[in-house]
């Protein structure tokens, strides 16, 4: 049986967030026409095309500010990472290479993919969803054993 | 000027939808991944609030050839799924799973002044400038 962590169960403020999120993207479709997929925005800057650069910056400087901003109003909510640098390094790693090798993360393909209906997104989703799912399950209980 | 103050504008609302649905902490999101141990199911209400809004936003702009600032649309032509594809996302799920980053949370949590974060980000970049370098080789041979 699944075990529910009820204690740290937080629907709404989970579904607010999504909210939000989903308006970004909406904002970013409608008014500017781009998929609001942040590994591809950051990818973008790596081999830049002139008027291609600004935009990505200012989108990046964003979700940069966003906790800044946050700070000057309000606590912020907790971020507590556990992992050590070395494997930060590697998941790092992990991450860059995968997502631009696969086209997307959990924005682009999550997010704005499933939205739109896509086969692609969705298999992709569903493949990075089922090896996080591996991923954790290996790591905290065939290796650690906790 | 259009384009990058509503650039910057979603991104501080991605930003802050990350921070209030609690993916920007990776303890949270490896509490989601862990079904079988005390599994916080929170994250699936984020991907279904923000899907939820998307279908509507992507429905309009499917219909649409400029935006409403009279930008092009650019929706991806190609829905053929490939071994690429799969593969990468094989990969970033690996990586996704071992410290409970993906690149937005990355992001936020940088902004936070987190040194994890920054170490996370700097390797993330690093990551795809290994795969700008692989592909320049590839298309050379």
């Known amino acids: ?146 | 000027m259009k384009f990058n103050i509503a650039s910057f504008g979603a991104g501080l609302l991605f930003g802050f939808g990350l921070l209030v649905s609690g993916m920007a902490n990776p303890e949270k999101v490896l509490g989601f991944l862990d079904i079988a141990g005390q599994w916080d199911p929170s994250l699936a209400f984020v991907m279904g609030g923000a899907v939820l809004v998307g279908l509507f936003a992507f429905t309009i702009a499917r219909k649409r050839t400029l935006s409403f600032l009279g930008f092009n649309m650019r929706l991806p032509e190609s829905d053929r799924p490939d071994k690429r594809l799969v593969l990468g996302s094989v990969l970033f799920g690996a990586g996704w799973g071992l410290a409970g980053f993906c690149p937005g949370p990355g992001l936020v949590a940088l902004g936070a002044g987190e040194t994890g974060a920054l170490v996370f980000v700097v390797a993330m970049v690093a990551g795809m400038g290994i795969f700008e370098v692989i592909e320049k080789n590839r298309v050379a041979n």
Do not use: Q
């Not at chain 1, 995968?98 to 993919?113: A, D, L, P």
């Open chain 1, 1 to 146: 049986m699944v075990d529910i962590a009820w204690e740290n169960f937080t629907p709404w403020s989970a579904l607010a967030g999504g909210i939000i999120i989903g308006l970004s993207a909406a904002a970013f479709i409608l008014l500017n026409g781009r998929i609001a997929g942040i590994s591809g925005i950051i990818g973008g800057l790596l081999t830049p095309r002139k008027t291609d650069i600004l935009w990505r910056v200012a989108f990046l400087a964003g979700m940069i500010a966003a906790p800044l901003l946050w700070m000057m109003t309000a606590d912020l909510p907790p971020i507590e990472i556990k992992a050590s640098y070395p494997l930060l390094v590697i998941s790092g790693l992990l991450v860059g290479i995968g997502t631009r090798y696969g086209s997307g993360c959990t924005s682009g393909h999550g997010v704005c993919g499933l939205s739109r209906l896509s086969a692609r997104s969705l298999i992709a989703t569903l493949t990075f969803m089922a090896v996080g799912f591996g991923t954790v399950y290996i790591v905290r209980h065939l290796v650690t054993g906790a």
